[in-house]
């Protein structure tokens, strides 16, 4: 339970809710012990009153944000049902993330749609790689279990487990996928491809579709794969669990037989399956009884094609394959026989002598159809030593032609899975180790449960004990690695649940006891368990309403049987002679198949006789044994084996009923997980210290909550040092080697503390920043006013001297003007005078001049006079001038960068300058600068070789686009699915290394032909984990950025983003919504996919080049090639 004091106003919690099972509220005032209730707002708006009898009656509080969304539920700090749910909700939904850890347990969600991530190329991305750096996936568990195979030499073991319809079928192929490719011999063995062929077998003959299931397989099936010493697959074996038989002869509605049947009938029309008379599915009461015999989706003659090439690829030849076809046709052909009531009362029955079934059954069986005729409708009893032959009523003979029926294709099952064995069987060199794969039924729960249930849901009480004691053991062993005292958890161990079904006097034995008793019923033994168990054991009940039928307590739900037919199908009885008669068949196969069958006994357990080699050869008084005697059996074998093992688990969650994708029904997948022990995983990590972080983890994201002095020293010390000061209770934490161990909620209470302090922090930020606001404000207030007041003044007083200066200048004007009227008046006067005394004077001087000479005129030559000729004389010379002028300034201004060496560096490539200082920088500070180099180095090597051959330049591009294209491709592929790659700096030192990468294409004349766009998406990916991720306006800069990456791949970054210190943050639910919102609408972006294709080969052009002129005499022939004759030729 969360600690009292977190209950604050704000704070946010879970409440049970019918619909959602769990919805969030936000608490609206604090806690006190003693308050009877919390008002609560939940998200919708809604108040609530929450009554809280006592603080272990809190509701369960919400995670830190920054735990939204978590790879890992066992990293969640408050560990429950709720968080469990809401954490793959928000991965499945909001990221389309349908994998997700849970401790050791990968928890797989169905997304009823086809996922671009089980190509190779993301199966190249998980090879070699830690479990821990990448994103949960079925390929990192595989690689998990295959690493740990080869590092340890132990045997591993993936165990699939889930409900109907839930995915594991899937999830195994994928794993056993996975095998094949990364434990591909370097010889072709085609041992992967038998592996894998062996599927498309097993599902035609194993698998039907069901209510809950189109391809649902109706046996459990664990394959073993075997690898030799070099890792490689060297063989494979197979096993399986509890066939369900009753299928055979019963369908319930929109249900089908087994695959085969149907793809049989699809395929009747063609020569080679002519003999066997089939007919349409709907015309065999066999296949007809769910009503529709298609699958929407399913070609059954495609998938026949698909079977029978499956079969060839394990060796069984076309003749061995009718015969197989022949038996199952005889099958169909057998439930169609008519079998009529005779006799007084309809105690006796007979079949028709011309009954056209029975002649085609035994024909295709290759026995005697009157023999069999009578068999089915006859018993041999044995009374006190004599044998006596007893007609049946024909109730009991359908019933027994059936039993033949379901006997049959048991056999033929049993004999399938042998045959494939020995085609898997290694023969090349030892078996080194083993991977074991278990696709099992999980836990079931109808409203009628019968014994199939019963046996299901023992068996996954076993696999729940197995995985409970398993995760314990993994917690000690942590506990021990880390010098830590181990103080035992408890954990509900299910042993009284399995002692009370195969412990002795149990159900099963109790059962077995009663099918020996010559008239034991069901009723009998429903009486006989309420007499031994009701009131001993905890895990058994009686129902109130029922006397027979029982309620097992399981550890996941309680389950009531209906006892009715438990016996018949313990006992799983098939009338001896019918047996003998097809012992003695014609047919060599049908022969085979009932060699070692025990004459009347009871079979059925193709689980213990088609194992492995290892299983060995049982002895025959076992297969007197029932039904339920062999399930326990090979349940044991199959305990030892996987505890001889290091166990992997995936556990796959059916999200909704409707088969629709990524849609997620809280109420189903709580019930599923309740039912697959994810809980119980989550229960024991909350039991211990259930949050564990590195002292370097956590010193880093809590360094804001030491003191100057605590934070001195290595991680470790200063974690040491500080967290009893942060929590008092030493109860709470402890320290290890290389974690400290915190118990559930603490996490929660350090995230709060550090809230406190960013946000004291941020509050004393802010006041400081304010302060120097106002202060500058006030400045510049100040500053303003004062200027504005200067302003005004010299306004003012350059107003007053305008005034003054128009006075004054009024006064000068009007003196000026008054003077002027004067002098003016003055200057007429006086020259009227002077005109008049120059004319009075001129005249008395022509007078006196006339007197004198009167022949002589005066003429002025004074240079005034002058005309003024040539005014503008140079005027173009002065044009001409200017322009040389400009044109010297224009040289003399480009002569400096034109100088050597007057620039220094500005005449080296500004190219070479970077890549030295930085190579230099690389080399000294990161291995990453070093690998960089090597890779230029390399490819530098490659180029000088390829020129060394004279290849042509457009070769020679095309080849280097070929190299960056898988050099970027792979870099993205593993930027893509790696966390610790998706953040800030890692984005910088992408772009650094790429440009490095560009300068040299650039520096080789290279990045024409394609291979600079190659790392388009590169450097887009690089730039996107740099970009601002918090508004729209960025969403839409990211759109416009990332035209090179796909929708997928931007969303994928961007859930990826892990921040690497305090200044970054992850990208918020909401931006990546915005962004895919804004990626719909694009049209031009690349094709949609997740990774890029690494092995993607372009397409070569050669140019075309004459051939050079060269002469024969002037070709240098080796002598060692000895062809210099031809030149004499
Ligand atoms: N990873 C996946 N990607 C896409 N579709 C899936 C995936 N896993 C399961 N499915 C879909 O769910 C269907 C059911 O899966 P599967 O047959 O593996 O279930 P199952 O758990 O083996 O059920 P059963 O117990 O009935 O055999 C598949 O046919 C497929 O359509
Ligand atoms: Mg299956």
Not at 53 to 77: F, H, Y
Not at 673 to 698: D, H, K, Q
Not at 892 to 906: D, F, H, K, S
């Amino acid at each position: 339970m969360a600690t009292p004091e977190l209950y604050t106003k704000g704070a946010w919690v879970w409440t049970p809710d019918e619909e959602e099972v769990w919805v969030s509220a936000q608490l609206q005032q604090d806690y006190r012990p003693g308050d009877q209730t919390l008002i609560l707002r939940l998200s919708d708006g809604r108040e609530m009153h929450y009554s809280v009898a006592s603080p272990a009656g809190l509701p369960p509080l919400g995670n830190p944000d920054i735990l939204e969304g978590e790879n890992d539920l066992t990293a969640l700090s408050f560990l429950h049902e709720a968080a469990v749910l809401h954490n793959l909700r928000v991965r499945f939904l909001d990221y389309s993330s349908i994998y997700t850890y849970c401790g050791i347990v990968l928890v797989a969600l169905n997304p009823y749609e086809q996922l671009p991530i089980y190509g190779e190329e993301v199966m190249d991305a998980y090879s070699g790689q830690d479990m821990a750096d990448m994103d949960p996936h079925v390929f990192s568990i595989a690689e998990e279990g295959y690493r740990a195979m080869i590092r340890e030499e132990k045997n591993q073991s993936i165990i699939i487990s889930g409900e109907s319809g839930s995915g594991k079928t899937v999830s195994a192929k994928f794993a056993m996928r996975y095998f094949a490719v990364v434990g591909g011999a370097a010889q072709q063995t085609q041992v992967e491809e038998k592996v894998l062929a062996s599927s498309p077998i097993m599902e035609a003959i194993g698998n039907a579709k069901t209510t809950r299931n189109d391809n649902s397989s109706r046996f459990g099936k664990y394959v073993e794969i075997g690898f030799g010493s070099k890792g490689d697959i060297i063989g494979a074996s197979m096993r399986t669990y509890l066939l369900e038989k009753s299928r055979v002869v019963f369908q319930a509605p929109y249900e089908r037989n087994y695959h085969i049947f149907y793809q049989l009938c699809a395929f009747k029309d063609s020569p080679e399956m002519r003999a066997l008379k089939l007919d349409s599915a709907e015309h065999f009461r066999y296949t007809n009884q769910g009503l529709d015999i298609n699958i929407p989706g399913t070609d059954d003659a495609v998938e026949l094609e698909n079977t029978r090439n499956a079969l060839t690829v394990m060796g069984v030849q076309p003749d061995q394959q009718m015969e197989l076809f022949q038996i199952l046709a005889a099958v169909l052909h057998l439930g169609n026989v008519n079998i009529q009531a005779s006799g007084r009362g309809g105690d006796r029955c007979f079949i028709s002598a011309d009954d056209l079934s029975l002649v085609v059954f035994s024909k295709l069986m290759g026995v005697e159809g009157s023999q069999m005729a009578h068999w089915l409708c006859h018993q041999r009893l044995t009374v006190a030593g004599e044998i006596l032959v007893r007609p049946m009523s024909a109730q009991q003979a359908n019933g027994a032609r059936d039993a033949l029926a379901k006997h049959v294709y048991g056999q033929l099952f049993a004999w399938t899975v042998q045959s494939l064995n020995s085609a898997l069987r290694a023969h090349r060199e030892r078996t080194k180790t083993l991977i074991g794969v278990l696709d099992i039924y999980g836990f079931e729960t109808f409203d009628r449960n019968s014994f199939e249930q019963f046996c299901i849901n023992y068996a996954n009480e076993k696999l729940q004990q197995q995985f409970n004691r398993h995760v314990f053991q993994l917690e000690q062993e942590e506990y021990v690695r880390e010098e830590l005292p181990w103080s035992r958890i408890e954990f509900s161990d299910n042993q009284p649940c399995i002692t009370l079904i195969e412990g002795p006097l149990g159900v099963l034995d109790l059962l077995d006891e009663e099918c020996r008793v010559p008239k034991g019923s069901d009723e009998n033994w429903a009486r006989k368990l309420y007499d031994r168990h009701l009131d001993r054991s905890p895990n058994f009940r009686k129902p109130r309403m029922s006397n027979s039928a029982f309620v097992l307590l399981h550890f996941a739900d309680m389950v009531q049987y209906e006892c009715l037919g438990f016996l018949e199908k313990n006992r799983d009885t098939v009338f001896e002679e019918p047996i003998n008669i097809m012992r003695a068949s014609q047919l060599e196969l049908v022969a085979e198949l009932f060699q070692q069958e025990p004459a009347g006994g009871s079979l059925s357990a193709s689980s213990v006789r088609n194992g492995p080699v290892r299983s060995g050869n049982k002895a025959h008084r076992e297969h007197k044994l029932t039904v339920g005697f062999q399930f326990r059996q090979s349940l044991q074998l199959l305990m030892d084996t996987l505890n001889g093992t290091t166990p992997h688990y995936i556990r796959c969650i059916k999200p909704n009923d409707l088969k629709q994708p990524f849609t997620f029904d809280p109420r189903r997948a709580v019930q599923q997980l309740r039912a697959c022990g994810v809980l119980e995983t989550i229960r024991i990590s909350a039991a211990g210290y259930s949050s564990r972080w590195r002292y370097e983890e956590f010193f880093s994201r809590y360094r804001v909550l030491l003191s100057a002095s605590a934070a001195q020293g290595d991680s470790r010390a200063s974690c040491r040092r500080a967290i009893p000061a942060l929590i008092p209770d030493p109860e709470q934490y402890c320290f290890g080697r290389t974690k400290v161990f915190l118990r559930a909620g603490q996490v929660a209470v350090l995230e709060k503390l550090r809230a406190g302090r960013l946000c004291a922090a941020a509050v004393l930020v802010q006041s400081t920043v304010r302060g120097w606001l106002q202060s500058r404000r006030f400045r510049r207030l100040r500053h303003a006013t004062l200027t504005l007041q200067r302003f005004t003044r010299g306004t003012l007083a350059r107003r007053l001297a305008c005034i003054l200066r128009y006075t004054r200048a009024a006064l000068v004007i009007q003196k000026t003007y008054r003077m002027a009227v004067v002098r003016q008046l003055f200057l007429a006067i006086r020259e009227a005078a002077v005109t008049i005394q120059a004319y009075a004077r001129g005249v008395q001087a022509r007078r006196a001049c006339r007197q004198v000479n009167p022949s002589r005129s005066l003429r002025c030559n004074a240079p005034e006079c002058q005309p003024r000729r040539n005014m503008y004389p140079n005027i173009s010379s002065i044009c001409v001038i200017k322009k040389i002028c400009l044109r010297s300034v224009y040289y003399t201004l480009r002569m400096p960068t034109t100088i050597p060496g007057l620039g220094g560096g500005a005449t080296k490539p500004a190219g070479s300058r970077k890549r030295t200082g930085s190579e230099a920088r690389a080399g000294a500070a990161s291995p990453v600068g070093a690998t960089m180099a090597a890779v230029l180095k390399e490819l530098g090597a490659l180029h000088v070789a390829l020129e060394r051959q004279e290849l042509p330049a457009a070769l020679l591009e095309q080849a280097f686009r070929q190299l960056v294209h898988q050099l970027a491709a792979s870099a993205l592929n593993s930027l893509i699915l790696r966390k610790d790659m998706c953040c800030w700096s890692r984005g910088l030192q992408i772009r650094y290394n790429v440009s490095l990468l560009e300068e040299w294409l650039r520096s080789r004349g290279l990045q024409t032909g394609g291979a600079a766009a190659a790392l388009e998406p590169l450097i887009q990916a690089a730039q996107l984990l740099q970009m601002s991720k918090k508004t729209e306006a960025d969403g839409r800069a990211v759109v416009q950025t990332c035209s090179a990456l796909s929708s997928q791949q931007i969303v994928k970054i961007l859930t990826q983003y892990t921040p690497q210190s305090d200044v970054e943050e992850r990208v918020t639910l909401n931006f990546i919504r915005i962004v895919q919102g804004l990626l719909k609408g694009r049209s031009d972006g690349p094709p949609p996919q997740l990774l890029l294709d690494v092995r993607r080969v372009f397409p070569v052009t050669f140019p075309y080049l004459p051939p050079p002129p060269v002469s024969v005499e002037q070709l240098d022939i080796p002598d060692s090639l000895k062809i210099s004759f031809l030149r004499r030729v």
